[in-house]
């Protein structure tokens, strides 16, 4: 008798432990019966890769734990990571040196609504067409009868496409809520990008939810577990989901402080310059900025008082950026004018694609280095007019994650190519794609037309048969004729630097090579 009770408790233990691990079919019918999942949710999970699921953070209920410890059971996983993550907030990047596909993690934080009771989705975005992604939420709404998903566009964006609207259609038939600015319409856009997962889990950053967005244009996302987060963009989405845009809904002025890592702020704002303004001039040592859009007056006048005081400015812009017109001091120019006589070291983007970042990182490589981005170009409109959201980070994983963006050297691209032409006055080539206009008057001319709109324009002040392209991709093919019918070949841009048939191309290394302004590779066409 002394030996049988004990031996009874074993047992007991053994067989609830092989119980709650080893779930029946009854069982596991019922349990999606009282949280309302359809009987389709096994399927739907086998169908995700294991990588996928194993990283997905789940709540600490009971229902939770005894559905995936079936699952997890029944597909030998080993890692499971449940509802409260250690790292709170994480960055991921699709132009880093290892490219973060975008969609996964947003994916993987839209399959978070399986593991709440009441699971919720809003969705602020300038864009949201890219099949992957939407199909994923129609898909996610058909297996949870219960699942409310809520998406707020911009009107601008999805008139100009049939395909856009069609997309917008195909969300609604499937019973997911849509609106638009449509009916509130002005020159401001809903510019906002960002995701809330059950008032749990937010996604905002960069990039739009687009295929360019995702995987052609440079972008940045970034990923926050916190509820008090999620109540303050909640409270945005809601002065949407009413129709109040821009200057219609009440403005935030002051930054949110979360907590020592994280603030965050909405515009418009008639405080935001003020509040940018405050924290870059915190700089002691650095000023890094990776903007799709800069025309700011007061950041640009600020950036030149602080070059002036010696911190060290760098920016990297797309190529339109820099043609922009600024007024600084009753002086209107354009932008790359204005870096240059500021002597401001700047990179530009030449690819035909995006770089549609939007950060700042304030003196990186210092214990007290902070980031500050979102949705939010450094523009009057950005500012003063659209619908923006943007967060001050100092997250040291995150900081160090921004860091390596931005100090990212593509080896895609060769830093620059000598061409050595031979004498003629112009060359004139026009084909489907491009329209290269070549002249040898006063100076060596090239500009290349893509698209109805100049993106490169070149000019060699040196000697007039030696041209120079900088920031070319190596797979780069173009073809040149003269209006004599003098026939150049191909120039082929090869990942060896072979010279083509007739034109010589000496790939210069980067030690070699000094530019009076900081201009390393980074794109092209």
């Given at each position: 008798?002394?030996?049988?009770?004990?031996?009874?408790?074993?047992l007991?233990?053994i067989?609830l432990?092989y119980?709650?691990?080893?779930?029946?079919?009854?069982?596991?019918k019922?349990?999606?019966?009282?949280?309302?999942?359809?009987?389709?949710?096994?399927?739907?999970?086998?169908?995700?890769?294991?990588?996928?699921?194993?990283?997905?953070?789940?709540?600490?209920?009971?229902?939770?734990?005894?559905?995936?410890?079936?699952?997890?059971?029944?597909?030998?996983?080993?890692n499971?990571?449940?509802?409260?993550?250690?790292?709170?907030?994480?960055?991921?990047?699709?132009?880093?040196?290892?490219?973060?596909?975008?969609?996964?993690?947003?994916?993987?934080?839209?399959?978070?609504v399986?593991?709440?009771k009441?699971?919720?989705?809003?969705?602020?975005?300038?864009?949201?067409?890219?099949?992957?992604?939407?199909?994923?939420?129609?898909?996610?709404?058909?297996?949870?009868?219960?699942?409310?998903?809520?998406?707020?566009?911009?009107?601008?964006?999805?008139?100009?496409?049939?395909?856009?609207?069609?997309?917008?259609?195909?969300?609604?038939?499937?019973?997911?809520?849509?609106?638009?600015?449509?009916?509130?319409?002005?020159?401001?856009?809903?510019?906002?990008?960002?995701?809330?997962?059950?008032?749990?889990?937010?996604?905002?950053?960069?990039?739009?939810?687009?295929n360019?967005?995702?995987?052609?244009?440079?972008?940045?996302?970034?990923?926050?577990?916190?509820?008090?987060?999620?109540?303050?963009?909640?409270?945005?989405?809601?002065?949407?989901?009413?129709?109040?845009?821009?200057?219609?809904?009440k403005?935030?002025?002051?930054?949110?402080?979360?907590?020592?890592?994280?603030?965050?702020?909405?515009?418009?704002s008639?405080?935001?310059?003020?509040?940018?303004?405050?924290?870059?001039?915190?700089?002691?040592?650095?000023?890094?900025?990776s903007?799709?859009f800069?025309?700011?007056?007061?950041?640009?006048?600020?950036?030149?008082?602080?070059?002036?005081?010696?911190?060290?400015?760098?920016?990297?812009?797309?190529?339109?950026?820099l043609?922009?017109?600024?007024?600084?001091?009753?002086?209107?120019?354009?932008?790359?004018?204005?870096?240059?006589?500021?002597?401001?070291?700047?990179?530009?983007?030449?690819?035909?694609?995006?770089?549609?970042?939007?950060?700042?990182?304030?003196?990186?490589?210092?214990?007290?280095?902070?980031?500050?981005?979102?949705?939010?170009?450094?523009?009057?409109?950005?500012?003063?007019?659209?619908?923006?959201?943007?967060?001050?980070?100092?997250?040291?994983k995150?900081?160090?994650?921004?860091?390596?963006?931005?100090?990212?050297?593509?080896?895609?691209?060769?830093?620059?190519?000598?061409?050595?032409?031979?004498?003629?006055d112009?060359?004139?080539?026009?084909?489907?794609?491009?329209?290269?206009?070549?002249?040898?008057n006063?100076?060596?001319?090239?500009?290349?037309?893509?698209?109805?709109?100049?993106?490169?324009s070149?000019?060699?002040?040196?000697?007039?048969?030696?041209?120079?392209?900088?920031?070319?991709?190596?797979?780069?093919?173009?073809?040149?004729?003269?209006?004599?019918?003098?026939?150049?070949?191909?120039?082929?841009?090869?990942?060896?630097?072979?010279?083509?048939?007739?034109?010589?191309?000496?790939?210069?290394?980067?030690?070699?090579v000094?530019?009076?302004?900081?201009?390393p590779?980074?794109?092209?066409?």
């Amino acid at each position: 008798m002394k030996y049988f009770l004990p031996i009874i408790g074993v047992l007991l233990v053994i067989k609830l432990s092989y119980l709650n691990e080893n779930l029946t079919n009854q069982s596991i019918k019922q349990i999606f019966k009282n949280n309302k999942v359809s009987e389709n949710f096994e399927e739907y999970l086998i169908e995700r890769e294991v990588n996928e699921i194993k990283y997905i953070n789940f709540e600490e209920k009971k229902t939770s734990k005894l559905l995936m410890n079936h699952f997890f059971s029944k597909w030998e996983y080993k890692n499971k990571i449940y509802f409260n993550p250690q790292q709170k907030i994480r960055a991921y990047f699709n132009d880093s040196k290892k490219k973060d596909n975008l969609k996964f993690y947003i994916k993987r934080a839209l399959d978070r609504v399986f593991y709440v009771k009441n699971p919720k989705i809003l969705i602020a975005s300038y864009e949201i067409s890219n099949h992957e992604i939407v199909n994923h939420l129609i898909k996610l709404k058909k297996t949870l009868k219960n699942l409310i998903i809520r998406i707020v566009v911009e009107w601008d964006v999805i008139k100009k496409s049939k395909e856009k609207m069609l997309i917008i259609n195909k969300l609604k038939l499937a019973g997911i809520e849509v609106i638009s600015d449509k009916k509130v319409r002005g020159n401001a856009l809903m510019h906002h990008k960002f995701i809330i997962i059950n008032d749990e889990c937010l996604i905002t950053g960069s990039t739009n939810f687009s295929n360019r967005g995702f995987n052609k244009n440079a972008n940045h996302l970034i990923e926050i577990f916190s509820a008090k987060v999620c109540k303050l963009y909640t409270k945005e989405f809601n002065r949407l989901w009413a129709y109040k845009f821009s200057k219609n809904k009440k403005l935030e002025g002051s930054i949110k402080k979360i907590d020592e890592e994280l603030s965050i702020g909405f515009a418009p704002s008639n405080k935001i310059v003020k509040n940018i303004f405050k924290e870059i001039s915190k700089a002691k040592q650095s000023i890094n900025m990776s903007m799709f859009f800069l025309s700011s007056i007061p950041i640009l006048e600020m950036l030149k008082v602080m070059k002036k005081k010696g911190i060290n400015i760098k920016l990297k812009l797309d190529n339109m950026c820099l043609g922009a017109k600024v007024k600084i001091s009753k002086e209107k120019l354009t932008l790359k004018k204005f870096l240059q006589k500021n002597k401001i070291e700047f990179i530009s983007d030449e690819s035909r694609f995006m770089y549609h970042h939007k950060y700042i990182i304030v003196d990186a490589n210092t214990t007290e280095a902070f980031i500050i981005c979102g949705s939010m170009n450094f523009t009057k409109s950005g500012f003063h007019r659209n619908d923006e959201n943007y967060l001050i980070i100092r997250n040291k994983k995150v900081v160090s994650k921004f860091i390596d963006n931005f100090n990212i050297k593509d080896k895609d691209y060769v830093k620059e190519i000598k061409i050595d032409w031979p004498k003629f006055d112009s060359v004139k080539k026009i084909n489907n794609k491009l329209i290269l206009t070549i002249r040898n008057n006063n100076n060596f001319e090239l500009k290349i037309k893509d698209n109805k709109r100049w993106i490169k324009s070149y000019i060699n002040y040196g000697n007039k048969l030696t041209f120079t392209i900088k920031n070319v991709r190596k797979s780069h093919y173009l073809k040149l004729y003269s209006q004599n019918n003098l026939y150049f070949d191909q120039i082929k841009i090869n990942t060896n630097h072979k010279d083509s048939l007739n034109i010589p191309i000496n790939d210069c290394a980067y030690s070699k090579v000094k530019y009076k302004y900081w201009y390393p590779c980074l794109n092209t066409i």
